[in-house]
């Protein structure tokens, strides 16, 4: 049992819960904390982190609700991340990695969401929350803080099939020749709005999606209900970490 | 009988008499022109021949009598609405409905089958608990109703608590009923041609001749007619008829799609209408099962039946009643709202002078058509708004003195 | 379904726009009449033909304007709001006040 040490970490404990936190203690998922964060490490009666990663290949979903992110809207938006040396995507609904592994997605001419990365290896988003506080007062350069932290829930649906999944919930053609890497959605995902990102972790397929945080019950009972079919299943973070991380 | 039918068939009695105008030509005056041959401008005709001695009136139909909204709508005749105005009003013509075949001579097959709305949220029971107090209190039977009365009341409605949106209240109205709706424009148009009004039918107004802000007469395709006061009585084109009079109107038009099941033995008795899962129920006299209440989502001229209402109408209405998964539809039809902001219509004067406004009748027009007639009659024989539509009339707009019918089938949606 | 193309999501089912109302300009704030506020709120040409009217996108809440047949339901075009307006309202809004 060398995930005890982690079982003892209650997703209640912090702050920032995720709002299918009484989900995952149903599947008796075992926490982790990394930083201020409380995330799902795994769900041992699903199997072991083994598994969870066989699993994630195929067909897993994870949430990734406690992660952090940020973002901004408005007409100065675009020049002021280019001024903070982040690289910012010239097309709309296109996604781009930074070297420091953090991800910008531009959603319009005029809006960026940025997430944090799996690993915990980026600091951009406290940084750029850090400077939002900092530049409060900067309306007259139409900068707006729109972070979507507590407003959206962050789930990623992982694996080969998941293009199949899609295709049942979803009238946006998501597969891989047509959604590359990088590509973004704002779309109607099993009739509730979401942005999907498809942001691959090394050769293996994955979809971040954010939506209504009010509604993360909902999408998230559809999306398992949808898999069941292709023996989908709910994966840990740390399954994730280690598909991001291997090459 | 065969024989009989044949023998009278042959008869010079045959063909039987024409119940309206027959075909000639248009006069070139009139004191009264009604544009729009559906139950309302009937109505109107009727009352202004047979109880204010106006005859020397002309219904203009662009199409065929009873051929526009009136034979689109779904014939539910109720009163269980949520303003003062609203439920004075249409109380009113419930009553003149529960006579109108003796008033006629004529059977208009109308049958007080009673209403239950649904509550499916604690929201809803909140305003049905308004709407009974308000109805009650100007002697309109409503009540608030229990899941048990419910399930007394129409046995086979889906009362799970495993629904999606389970059922936790009703609004019963017991005035609620169906007539037939042909029948109710026949019997007032033949009530009005009987009297000397004159019908005529594929005869489309062009345009509106006014002069010094009055009306003086219209332009039609048959020809001009002078004329003494003008109504226009044309749900579904009230814009576009009233924009050649030079007069904005509050609407915006959507399609409200319906549709009925092939006949069944008689089940269900009630009509039953769900705010929530957006649909309303009711069986007819043939044994069809009428499903209605899909108001397209953007504004459109256009009466063509969509594969996405009838997907949505079905599975709502299988929510409530699940027996009807083995129903086959026999077809699917559209009608155009004109929607006014408050659920209300206009009626009454308009900027220009004897140029009466009888419009905004969105999903409630059907309802209304015993008194509409009545009172628009009285108001163009004795230029004198009657009390009941006073609060309708247009210039509440510019007051911002809206009466929000929340009551209404559209509003709840 | 029915397909709507929205400028910056592309081709997309008619479920996810949202109808906004026909397009009319904005009256001046300061000038106008209580009467004209209450044409500009609450009536509408309800043409039955080609009208430009505003949509949104749902999911991505973004707002553009589309020419339409009403008679037909035909989309003639579908573009953005800048083509209209090449002012910012911002701006125009925070121009200092001349009269009290």
């Given at each position: 049992?060398?995930?005890?040490?982690?079982?003892?970490?209650?997703?209640?404990?912090?702050?920032?819960?995720?709002?299918?936190?009484?989900?995952?203690?149903?599947?008796?998922?075992?926490?982790?904390?990394?930083?201020?964060?409380?995330?799902?490490?795994?769900?041992?009666?699903?199997?072991?982190?083994?598994?969870?990663?066989?699993?994630?290949?195929?067909?897993?979903?994870?949430?990734?609700?406690?992660?952090?992110?940020?973002?901004?809207?408005?007409?100065?938006?675009?020049?002021?991340?280019?001024?903070?040396?982040?690289?910012?995507?010239?097309?709309?609904?296109?996604?781009?990695?930074?070297?420091?592994?953090?991800?910008?997605?531009?959603?319009?001419?005029?809006?960026?969401?940025?997430?944090?990365?799996?690993?915990?290896?980026?600091?951009?988003?406290?940084?750029?929350?850090?400077?939002?506080?900092?530049?409060?007062?900067?309306?007259?350069?139409?900068?707006?803080?729109?972070?979507?932290?507590?407003?959206?829930?962050?789930?990623?649906?992982?694996?080969?099939?998941?293009?199949?999944?899609?295709?049942?919930?979803?009238?946006?053609?998501?597969?891989?020749?047509?959604?590359?890497?990088?590509?973004?959605?704002?779309?109607?995902?099993?009739?509730?709005?979401?942005?999907?990102?498809?942001?691959?972790?090394?050769?293996?397929?994955?979809?971040?999606?954010?939506?209504?945080?009010?509604?993360?019950?909902?999408?998230?009972?559809?999306?398992?209900?949808?898999?069941?079919?292709?023996?989908?299943?709910?994966?840990?973070?740390?399954?994730?970490?280690?598909?991001?991380?291997?090459? | 009988?065969?024989?009989?039918?044949?023998?009278?068939?042959?008869?010079?009695?045959?063909?039987?008499?024409?119940?309206?105008?027959?075909?000639?030509?248009?006069?070139?005056?009139?004191?009264?022109?009604?544009?729009?041959?559906?139950?309302?401008?009937?109505?109107?005709?009727?009352?202004?021949?047979?109880?204010?001695?106006?005859?020397?009136?002309?219904?203009?139909?662009?199409?065929?009598?009873?051929?526009?909204?009136?034979?689109?709508?779904?014939?539910?005749?109720?009163?269980?609405?949520?303003?003062?105005?609203?439920?004075?009003?249409?109380?009113?013509?419930?009553?003149?409905?529960?006579?109108?075949?003796?008033?006629?001579?004529?059977?208009?097959?109308?049958?007080?089958?009673?209403?239950?709305?649904?509550?499916?949220?604690?929201?809803?029971?909140?305003?049905?608990?308004?709407?009974?107090?308000?109805?009650?209190?100007?002697?309109?039977?409503?009540?608030?109703?229990?899941?048990?009365?419910?399930?007394?009341?129409?046995?086979?409605?889906?009362?799970s608590e495993d629904a999606r949106?389970?059922?936790?209240?009703?609004?019963?109205?017991?005035?609620?009923?169906?007539?037939?709706?042909?029948?109710?424009?026949?019997?007032?148009?033949?009530?009005?041609?009987?009297?000397?009004?004159?019908?005529?039918?594929?005869?489309?107004?062009?345009?509106?001749?006014?002069?010094?802000?009055?009306?003086?007469?219209?332009?039609?395709?048959?020809?001009?007619?002078?004329?003494?006061?003008?109504?226009?009585?044309?749900?579904?084109a009230s814009s576009i008829v009233?924009?050649?009079?030079?007069?904005?109107?509050?609407?915006?038009?959507?399609?409200?799609?319906?549709?009925?099941?092939?006949?069944?033995?008689?089940?269900?008795?009630?009509?039953?209408?769900?705010?929530?899962?957006?649909?309303?129920?009711?069986?007819?006299?043939?044994?069809?099962?009428?499903?209605?209440?899909?108001?397209?989502?953007?504004?459109?001229?256009?009466?063509?039946?969509?594969?996405?209402?009838?997907?949505?109408?079905?599975?709502?209405?299988?929510?409530?009643?699940?027996?009807?998964?083995?129903?086959?539809?026999?077809?699917?039809?559209?009608?155009?709202?004109?929607?006014?902001?408050?659920?209300?219509?206009?009626?009454?004067?308009?900027?220009?002078?004897?140029?009466?406004?009888?419009?905004?009748?969105?999903?409630?027009?059907?309802?209304?058509?015993?008194?509409?007639?009545?009172?628009?009659?009285?108001?163009?024989?004795?230029?004198?708004?009657?009390?009941?539509?006073?609060?309708?009339?247009?210039?509440?707009?510019?007051?911002?003195?809206?009466?929000?019918?929340?009551?209404?089938?559209?509003?709840?949606? | 379904?029915?397909?709507?193309?929205?400028?910056?999501?592309?081709?997309?089912?008619?479920?996810?726009?949202?109808?906004?109302?026909?397009?009319?300009?904005?009256?001046?704030?300061?000038?106008?009449?209580?009467?004209?506020?209450?044409?500009?709120?609450?009536?509408?040409?309800?043409?039955?033909?080609?009208?430009?009217?505003?949509?949104?996108?749902?999911?991505?809440?973004?707002?553009?304007?589309?020419?339409?047949?009403?008679?037909?339901?035909?989309?003639?075009r579908t573009f953005t709001p800048?083509?209209?307006?090449?002012?910012?309202?911002?701006?125009?809004?925070?121009?200092?006040?001349?009269?009290?």
């Amino acid at each position: 049992m060398t995930k005890q040490e982690t079982n003892i970490i209650a997703p209640t404990l912090a702050t920032r819960r995720s709002p299918l936190y009484r989900r995952h203690l149903q599947y008796q998922a075992h926490f982790k904390q990394v930083g201020d964060n409380i995330v799902v490490d795994s769900y041992p009666n699903e199997g072991a982190i083994n598994d969870e990663i066989e699993i994630a290949k195929s067909m897993g979903l994870c949430d990734l609700s406690t992660l952090d992110r940020t973002g901004f809207k408005g007409v100065g938006t675009p020049q002021w991340l280019a001024s903070q040396s982040f690289k910012v995507p010239v097309l709309a609904n296109t996604a781009e990695e930074q070297s420091s592994q953090s991800l910008l997605i531009k959603l319009s001419a005029q809006e960026i969401l940025v997430l944090s990365d799996l690993l915990f290896l980026s600091e951009d988003v406290k940084r750029l929350y850090q400077k939002a506080v900092e530049n409060h007062q900067s309306y007259d350069q139409q900068i707006y803080n729109l972070p979507r932290n507590d407003s959206h829930c962050w789930l990623a649906v992982t694996g080969i099939n998941a293009t199949e999944l899609f295709s049942k919930l979803c009238a946006v053609d998501l597969r891989s020749h047509k959604f590359v890497q990088g590509a973004v959605a704002q779309t109607s995902l099993a009739k509730t709005n979401a942005i999907i990102i498809r942001h691959d972790l090394n050769k293996t397929p994955c979809f971040y999606i954010l939506s209504d945080i009010s509604g993360a019950e909902f999408l998230w009972d559809c999306l398992l209900d949808a898999m069941s079919e292709f023996h989908g299943a709910p994966v840990g973070l740390s399954a994730l970490q280690t598909l991001a991380s291997n090459q | 009988m065969p024989f009989g039918l044949l023998k009278y068939g042959l008869t010079k009695k045959y063909p039987a008499k024409h119940h309206f105008t027959p075909e000639k030509a248009l006069k070139k005056h009139y004191d009264v022109v009604i544009i729009g041959g559906g139950g309302h401008g009937a109505a109107i005709a009727y009352n202004l021949a047979k109880y204010h001695g106006v005859t020397n009136v002309a219904i203009l139909e662009k199409s065929y009598l009873g051929g526009g909204n009136t034979a689109r709508n779904t014939a539910v005749i109720r009163s269980n609405y949520l303003t003062e105005s609203g439920v004075n009003f249409y109380s009113e013509s419930v009553k003149l409905y529960n006579n109108l075949s003796n008033e006629f001579n004529y059977n208009v097959m109308m049958e007080s089958r009673g209403q239950l709305t649904l509550a499916h949220s604690d929201a809803a029971i909140r305003s049905f608990r308004w709407r009974a107090e308000v109805n009650q209190h100007l002697g309109v039977r409503s009540e608030l109703v229990d899941r048990q009365s419910i399930a007394e009341l129409v046995p086979n409605l889906n009362m799970s608590e495993d629904a999606r949106y389970p059922i936790m209240a009703g609004l019963w109205h017991a005035d609620g009923a169906t007539a037939r709706h042909d029948a109710v424009a026949w019997g007032y148009a033949k009530g009005a041609c009987d009297r000397g009004v004159e019908l005529h039918q594929l005869t489309e107004v062009e345009d509106i001749i006014i002069a010094n802000g009055r009306v003086n007469g219209v332009k039609t395709n048959r020809g001009t007619i002078h004329c003494g006061a003008v109504v226009q009585a044309v749900a579904g084109a009230s814009s576009i008829v009233a924009k050649k009079a030079g007069i904005a109107l509050p609407i915006h038009c959507y399609p409200l799609q319906a549709m009925v099941t092939q006949p069944y033995k008689p089940i269900l008795t009630p009509h039953v209408s769900s705010p929530q899962v957006h649909v309303y129920v009711h069986q007819t006299s043939r044994g069809e099962f009428v499903i209605g209440g899909g108001s397209d989502p953007y504004p459109l001229y256009n009466t063509r039946a969509t594969l996405d209402q009838r997907e949505t109408l079905s599975a709502a209405a299988l929510e409530l009643f699940p027996f009807l998964t083995q129903a086959r539809l026999l077809r699917q039809w559209a009608g155009i709202t004109d929607m006014t902001p408050d659920y209300s219509p206009i009626m009454g004067l308009s900027p220009v002078k004897n140029y009466f406004l009888d419009a905004g009748w969105g999903t409630w027009g059907f309802k209304a058509t015993p008194i509409c007639g009545v009172t628009m009659a009285a108001l163009i024989a004795t230029g004198k708004v009657p009390d009941l539509i006073k609060p309708f009339e247009l210039e509440r707009f510019y007051r911002f003195e809206q009466i929000n019918e929340a009551g209404a089938t559209a509003a709840s949606h | 379904m029915k397909l709507l193309s929205c400028p910056l999501n592309g081709l997309r089912n008619i479920s996810e726009f949202t109808y906004g109302g026909e397009y009319h300009p904005t009256p001046d704030h300061q000038t106008t009449s209580s009467r004209d506020w209450a044409e500009h709120v609450f009536f509408h040409d309800n043409t039955a033909g080609i009208v430009i009217e505003w949509w949104c996108h749902t999911p991505s809440s973004f707002w553009f304007l589309a020419e339409r047949n009403t008679l037909t339901d035909e989309v003639v075009r579908t573009f953005t709001p800048d083509e209209l307006y090449t002012k910012s309202i911002i701006q125009h809004e925070t121009k200092p006040e001349t009269t009290p």
